[in-house]
């Protein structure tokens, strides 16, 4: 046996041509290649020196080719790399190994959406490595049988399973999804990680495997519909096991084994590192374990590989890394393709696709080949199970075992596992006895009926109308198809009696959910009582008649396309956009724009930023529709909805708009605005909790402290931000404002007393003649202003503490103190801020930017109704009501008597114009501005100002953005 092959592994960088998606934004391309390296620029900072990584490959697939009619895309350009060059590269080197009796592991690294699947599987006529290695394999297979003597055997079996929220199922045995927690995942001394009870299958041709895969993959897709998974999350790994038999130059009966493992990882989306903070379960779901704990492994045996002493590899901290110990430092030849994206709007994501595969690139493997005399391989399963024989006799004869030191439970589950990796030894040493033909006789019956049966369905899809499924993930899409043939076909769950002929599960499916007719070829679908039905992204309320490429959705999850032979052939110009068929995107992009949004509207003038918003809303939409249902059917008593945050009320002039959601308590109306990352964190939690339940877990509901639906009432919420104009302190003239503050919704939340004067460095007043003409005479030198916040009156009645955070130019933030027990609190506070040296820049903040005060509260805990943006006149004494009435009316008489002198003044420039004067007298400005209270000398400086005011009067509280508006 030669020794073992100690190599580094493999890694290939691939980068694919613009989708549709990414042409619609305009983007740009960031990547360039040359040789083996890989450039990437930062399209914030075009002009900054690229980052660089080398890898052992760097295909450029992004242009310079031309379709044949066949659909290969066939290189017109040298630098162009097609899939043969990809498969002559990689996939020679696994097919090659695999002969030689090397474990093999091909890893598909990436975004969603960045090309995986294409270098892998492949599409159409451009088929990927697995299937042209596989039919290499059997082409080989076939031709050395020709010359093979008896002896010689040659036997293929293939496995299929899916990691998911750190629980494993075995696709191809769908009886495995019942199994609580998942299937159990066993360590032998010698094999490593395996799956316990994992089904593998005989197969003769690469027809046979794509069957198998074909099979995994539908019954994945019906999983994670019932099961109210996130697809794009699950990793998928395809074991093709080879195993050659056969006599050596001595005689002796030798086995050769080669296990080729393809390891589809779920979706390398960046996850904003501060997207959870705060959150209490940032750190509870699994759903993201393994791709993290996959990272901290592959840091772990780059840095052994770089001579590092002491390093610990967490192979044991998650399921993924368990059963991926082989490949990444054991016993494989390992590759990994990292497939990109070339868009700039893909840049967070795409390097760091990059950065993890530079980090992997630096691992070592130590390869041997399998072999082993085939008799010396049953002894020794023999001996083995002797042994684990033995160790379950010493627990007492059947008797609960106390093992000093080690609680009851660890024995039983010490004794299960032993017992488990005998009936494991038991199965493999039946399978070497068993003959290959013999095997293959087992499976070919059932494989030939589901063969049958597949045929038999794709005939009648020709014919019969039927609806076939759409998945966020495009491999899943099309995998479930249900007929209505003529008659009644009845839609609902397994509480239906007698069972539905389209029998679904999961979220908000009603017993009785729906009855589709036909009659004659007219086909329609009429929702029960309390069952969720949407056509083409309306909701249904009675009976409708469906045709050709409708949009169905039912509950909140099942989302498929109906398809009608007879009508498309009756519509000529249907056949024309068959082509065109309906995507998910496309429906869940209808879905949004008939529930509001005008981001959704007709028009191809949306901006980048427009189309990201889009992009977003699709995504986050029926994840909050899925929240609400499990929150309905859990009794949680709270409901979910999208927030769109424009930029102004972040505190920003420009910016993109950003999609939250904002959960809200029914039974108080308590409001919580979560980001992106901290909802889809807790909707994994979710999830979790929900199949708990579903599966009669006792202790499904959790405290409130670990309930991913609860949030504490005193959590801090933002109210509202009030925007501060600060023009006339450039001309150090003060600001004393009354102002509404305003939520994310452009809605009043109360009102905020803030004033704001030029003052000493001591903070005393200026003298009145300290005010400036000109604000560049403030240039070099110091400047300092005090910022009163005296109080709020007419927040929210939900609030029982509040108070106010800001930031000065760029000075420290600042905050009042917190006030409790009332929705009026008084603040009282006053902060000097000052400026050493005045620059041009800090004019121009003064000039054209807003102080933006930020009001903080914390909500009342209890169960009484109340409405979360009551008047500011609603539930206050009357001595408060009257109060505030006061000084109301006085704020409005002082606006009032300003604006008052600004139209005589405006008059008086008009006039002096018409009569070409350039000089207006004095007295005659006096005589305007004369009243009590107010200083004429300082209205030079204050008229220059009064345009700049009136424009950031319009401008406050808008959204500029198009996408952002609700209808």
């Given at each position: ?35 083996n ?24 697939s ?16 040298d630098h ?9 590269d990689?996939g ?9 009796g ?14 995986k699947?294409?270098?892998?599987v492949?599409y ?8 042209v ?12 049988r ?10 293929v ?5 899916e990691?998911?929220?750190e ?13 609580k927690?998942g ?15 994992q ?22 897709t ?14 998928t ?9 056969g ?12 296990i ?22 940032k ?12 990272g901290?492994?592959?840091k ?8 590092k ?17 082989n ?5 494989s ?10 868009a ?53 004869g059947?008797?609960?075992a ?23 030894n ?28 597949e ?18 993930d ?76 409708d ?8 989302l ?7 009508d ?9 956009l ?40 699709i ?7 899925e ?16 927030a ?23 039974d108080?109306?308590?409001e ?14 979710m ?14 509901d ?15 919420v933002l109210i ?13 003239i003060?600001?004393?404002e ?102 041009q ?26 409405r979360s943006?009551?008047?500011p ?6 001595q ?10 006085r704020?409005r ?19 002096a ?23 004429p ?13 009136e424009?950031?009067?319009n ?13």
């Amino acid at each position: 046996m030669p020794p073992p092959s100690s190599e580094n592994v493999k890694v290939a960088v691939r980068v694919r041509p613009f989708n549709d998606r990414e042409k619609n934004m305009n983007a740009s391309c960031i990547i360039k290649m040359s040789g083996n390296s890989t450039e990437i620029t930062n399209p914030n900072n075009p002009n900054d020196t690229p980052k660089r990584f080398t890898y052992d490959k760097s295909y450029w697939s992004h242009d310079g080719f031309t379709e044949q009619a066949d659909g290969y895309l066939e290189p017109t350009e040298d630098h162009y790399a097609d899939q043969k060059k990809v498969f002559g590269d990689l996939g020679q080197m696994v097919l090659d190994n695999a002969w030689q009796g090397y474990n093999c592991c091909l890893f598909a690294y990436g975004q969603t959406g960045s090309g995986k699947s294409y270098s892998i599987v492949g599409y159409r006529s451009n088929k990927g490595i697995v299937p042209v290695a596989c039919e290499g394999l059997f082409h080989g297979i076939e031709g050395k049988r020709k010359t093979a003597s008896q002896d010689q055997e040659f036997q293929v079996f293939v496995s299929m399973l899916e990691i998911y929220n750190e629980q494993v199922r075995d696709l191809l045995n769908p009886s495995s999804f019942k199994v609580k927690g998942g299937l159990k995942v066993r360590e032998h001394p010698q094999k490593g990680f395996y799956v316990e009870t994992q089904a593998k299958f005989p197969v003769q041709s690469y027809p046979d495997i794509n069957s198998k895969i074909n099979e995994g993959t539908r019954n994945r897709t019906i999983a994670s519909t019932n099961m109210n998974a996130t697809s794009s999350r699950a990793h998928t790994i395809v074991s093709i096991e080879f195993v050659q038999k056969g006599k050596n130059e001595r005689g002796q009966m030798m086995t050769k084994t080669s296990i080729i493992n393809l390891v589809d990882l779920a979706g390398s989306e960046r996850v904003d590192s501060t997207g959870a903070t705060g959150d209490r379960l940032k750190e509870g779901a699994a759903i993201n374990l393994s791709l993290s704990s996959l990272g901290n492994v592959i840091k772990a045996l780059a840095d052994m590989s770089s001579g590092k002493k002491g390093v610990r590899v967490p192979y044991r901290d998650s399921k993924l890394t368990m059963l991926l110990k082989n490949a990444l430092g054991g016993n494989s030849k390992t590759i990994m393709i990292a497939a990109i994206s070339p868009a700039d709007v893909n840049y967070e994501e795409t390097l760091s696709t990059l950065r993890y595969a530079d980090r992997a690139k630096a691992i070592k493997t130590k390869a041997v080949v399998n072999e082993s005399p085939t008799e010396k391989l049953i002894r020794e399963l023999k001996e083995e199970n002797a042994r684990l024989q033995a160790e379950l006799q010493k627990g007492g004869g059947g008797q609960a075992a106390v093992i000093q030191g080690i609680a009851e439970e660890e024995v039983e589950e010490m004794k299960r596992e032993l017992e488990g990796r005998l009936q494991q030894n038991q199965a493999e040493m039946d399978q070497m006895k068993q003959s290959w033909e013999q095997r293959l006789k087992e499976v070919q019956t059932s494989q030939q009926e589901e063969l049958e049966k597949e045929r038999k369905k794709r005939e009648e899809m020709k014919v019969i109308p039927h609806f076939w499924n759409l998945n966020e993930d495009p491999a899943l899409t099309g995998m479930v198809v249900h007929f209505a043939p003529p008659g009644v076909t009845r839609v609902g769950n397994n509480k239906a009696e007698p069972q539905p002929e389209i029998l679904l599960s999961g979220l908000t499916i009603q017993p009785e959910h729906a009855v589709v007719t036909n009659r004659k070829g007219q086909i329609v679908v009429k929702p029960c009582p309390n069952a969720k039905v949407l056509i083409n992204g309306n909701e249904l309320t009675d009976r409708v008649e469906l045709h050709h490429n409708d949009r169905i959705m039912f509950g909140s999850r099942h989302l498929y396309v109906f398809h009608h032979p007879q009508d498309l052939a009756k519509n000529p110009a249907k056949a024309k956009l068959e082509a065109e068929k309906p995507t998910y995107d496309s429906a869940q992009q209808e879905i949004a724009a008939n529930s509001g949004f005008a981001a959704f509207g007709k028009g191809t003038d949306k901006s980048k930023d427009d189309l990201l918003l889009q992009e977003a809303l699709i995504e986050l939409m029926p994840m909050v529709s899925e929240a609400n249902a499990m929150s309905e059917e859990l009794r949680k008593r709270v409901r979910f909805e999208i927030a769109l945050i424009s930029p102004q009320s972040r505190g920003l002039k420009h910016g993109r708009t950003e999609v939250a959601v904002l959960m809200r308590n029914v039974d108080n109306d308590n409001e919580f605005l979560w980001n992106r990352n901290k909802f889809l964190n807790r909707k994994y939690l979710m999830q979790e909790m929900y199949q708990n339940f579903v599966d009669g877990d006792k202790d499904w509901d959790k405290e409130k402290d670990k309930d991913p639906f609860w949030e504490p009432p005193d959590t801090e919420v933002l109210i509202g931000c009030v925007h501060v104009y600060l023009q006339s302190l450039a001309y150090l003239i003060e600001i004393e404002e009354l102002l509404g503050v305003t939520d994310y919704r452009g809605m009043e939340q109360g009102l905020v007393k803030i004033d704001i004067f030029p003052c000493a460095d001591d903070g005393s007043e200026l003298q009145d003649e300290d005010f400036v003409d000109d604000p560049k005479e403030l240039l070099g030198k110091s400047a300092t202003f005090k910022i009163s916040i005296s109080h709020a009156r007419g927040l929210p009645s939900r609030i029982c503490k509040s108070q106010c955070k800001y930031k000065f130019y760029l000075d420290r933030g600042h905050s009042t103190q917190e006030i409790s027990g009332t929705r009026n609190p008084d603040f009282n506070h006053t902060e000097i801020v000052s400026c050493k040296m005045v620059t041009q820049q800090f004019l121009d903040y003064l000039e054209n930017e807003a102080l933006v005060i930020e009001i903080w509260g914390r909500q009342k805990d209890g169960n009484s109704k109340n409405r979360s943006s009551a008047a500011p006149g609603d539930s206050l004494s009357e001595q408060e009501k009257y109060e505030l009435q006061v000084e109301l009316n006085r704020e409005r008489k002082r606006v009032a008597r300003l604006e008052a002198k600004m139209a005589k003044l405006h008059d008086l420039i008009t006039t002096a114009k018409e009569d070409d004067e350039e000089v207006i007298k004095i007295s005659e400005i006096e005589d305007v501005l004369s009243g009590r209270g107010f200083e004429p000398h300082r209205f030079r400086a204050a008229a220059r100002v009064i345009a700049m005011t009136e424009r950031a009067k319009n401008y406050q509280g808008q959204v500029t953005s198009k996408a952002c508006s609700i209808q």
